[in-house]
């Protein structure tokens, strides 16, 4: 433990440490007694947490955030710099959740927690400003969505990032690492998809509701297209039902809960229905959150209809192997490794399905160490916490290079993306693919 371990145990197991100081938190996104007092301090899940691991301090370690957290909502630390920064570090992987014996919900414990700091805490002004930004008034909104992916675009196609990149521009304002992380714009968005319907080939099995994603429909309309044709294939009839909006994760993860419990409503709105047997997503942060409506929306009055809606969700992966794959035409013989997304292990405990799926198609599956251990991507974390986001990227690495797989796959977007970066970093050229990706080439 470090100089800055709390004292073990001070938080005890006492409601009144909650009464004794005037607390800094107050709202419905206060965390309640029952998520702290299920902390029984055992440290188990110290050597789970990424960035306790790669800190080795016990003020970024899952037991030590939820004592900073209690003590702050007991009056007894400020909301200051030092709380902000560790809690900050936490990719809410929630890798803290699986280890730990007494079913501590951390997940729900930091997203209130950082909720209260971007209520209560003055970030630098610039930092302010690019939040408010991307979480209040571009997120969350597809025309904006939409505009911003055509400037980036502009940028990528122009000749601007190849001079910015050579010219040593973007090392010079410490954005290299930064920039490399961007996904390249699709010609097409597939907002352009929103509202139509899919029929199934064959029998009809099912009808679902896909959730399309926002950064997802400007920057990976080809997943999109591919797993309506993997559904369509299996004899799913699929409509992007219109009116459906971003699921609200980033906002949520940021502390942006009242623009999140926005997009749950929107998106309750337009997806709760009888005729779809799921809702279906292939973005395992996304699916995470979608399956969380219910907590997000715990105060609202239509809280049973999130809680429907939430009972619907389905990673693609889950509803395709619960399902039953239909044979595909051809299959592929090559060794892969599987890298857990967090929020699709941890966040959803979905660890079994893709794997089976992969298997179905003649991938001859290599586990890798530490498989369900976070790549460093979460979310915006990448961009924000970027250095030791490379560092959580660079020991991820390490653990593929271990193996010989010719293909990585994984269930989510931004963990592609991260691994792709890391491949890079490393100088190899092995493919990262989705789970859903691979099963479209094989039919
Ligand atoms: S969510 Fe992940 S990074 Fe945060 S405390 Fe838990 S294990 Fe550590
Ligand atoms: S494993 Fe669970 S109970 Fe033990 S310290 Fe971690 S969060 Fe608390």
């Known amino acids: 433990m470090s100089s800055d371990t709390p004292t073990a145990g001070a938080a005890g197991h006492d409601r009144h440490v909650l009464e004794m100081g005037e607390s800094h938190f107050a709202g419905p996104d206060r965390p309640s007694w029952d998520l702290y007092a299920t902390c029984v301090h055992c440290g188990l899940c110290l050597n789970h947490c990424p960035t306790y691991r790669a800190l080795g301090m016990e003020m970024d370690s899952p037991r030590g955030r939820i004592y900073q957290v209690l003590?702050?909502?007991?009056?007894?630390?400020?909301?200051?710099?030092?709380?902000?920064?560790h809690i900050d570090r936490c990719l809410d992987c929630r890798a803290c959740e699986t280890a730990c014996p007494s079913g501590v919900q951390y997940g729900h414990i930091v997203e209130r927690a950082r909720a209260q700091i971007e209520q209560h805490y003055k970030r630098p002004w610039p930092a302010r400003l690019v939040r408010s930004i991307f979480f209040r008034h571009v997120l969350g909104n597809p025309v904006r969505v939409a505009t911003t992916a055509r400037l980036l675009r502009l940028y990528q196609r122009s000749g601007a990032q190849r001079l910015a990149r050579a010219s040593g521009l973007l090392r010079l304002l410490g954005m290299s690492e930064v920039e490399a992380l961007q996904p390249t714009i699709d010609d097409h968005f597939f907002f352009d998809q929103i509202g139509k319907v899919f029929p199934a080939e064959g029998e009809l099995r099912a009808r679902v509701a896909l959730h399309a994603g926002c950064i997802a429909s400007v920057a990976f309309s080809a997943l999109n297209h591919a797993t309506i044709r993997v559904l369509t294939k299996n004899g799913v009839e699929v409509w992007v039902p219109p009116g459906q909006n971003c699921c609200g994760a980033l906002q949520a993860h940021a502390g942006f809960r009242e623009e999140a419990r926005r997009l749950a409503r929107e998106n309750i709105a337009a997806m709760l229905d009888d005729r779809f047997d799921a809702i279906v997503t292939n973005a395992a942060g996304c699916g995470s959150t979608l399956k969380d409506y219910g907590d997000l929306l715990h105060e609202d009055a239509r809280h049973e209809r999130a809680e429907a809606f939430a009972g619907k969700v389905k990673d693609v992966t889950e509803f395709l192997q619960h399902l039953g794959l239909r044979q595909p035409t051809r299959t592929l013989n090559l060794k892969a490794a599987y890298q857990d997304p967090c929020h699709l292990a941890h966040g959803q405990r979905v660890r079994s399905e893709p794997r089976d799926l992969l298997r179905r198609i003649g991938l001859k599956l290599e586990e890798m160490p530490n498989a369900d251990q976070c790549c460093g991507s979460a979310g915006s974390?990448?961009?924000?916490?970027?250095?030791?986001?490379?560092?959580?990227?660079?020991?991820?690495?390490?653990?593929?290079?271990?193996?010989s797989a010719e293909l990585i796959v994984t269930a989510n977007v931004g963990c592609m993306l991260q691994l792709r970066a890391g491949m890079k970093r490393i100088g190899r050229l092995t493919p990262?693919?989705?789970?859903?990706?691979?099963?479209?080439e094989c039919y």
């Open 71 to 85: 003590q702050v909502d007991a009056g007894r630390l400020p909301i200051g710099d030092s709380f902000v920064t």
């Open 381 to 403: 974390y990448n961009v924000t916490q970027n250095e030791l986001s490379m560092k959580i990227l660079d020991a991820k690495m390490k653990d593929i290079a271990t193996t």
């Open 432 to 440: 990262v693919k989705h789970v859903v990706e691979v099963l479209d």
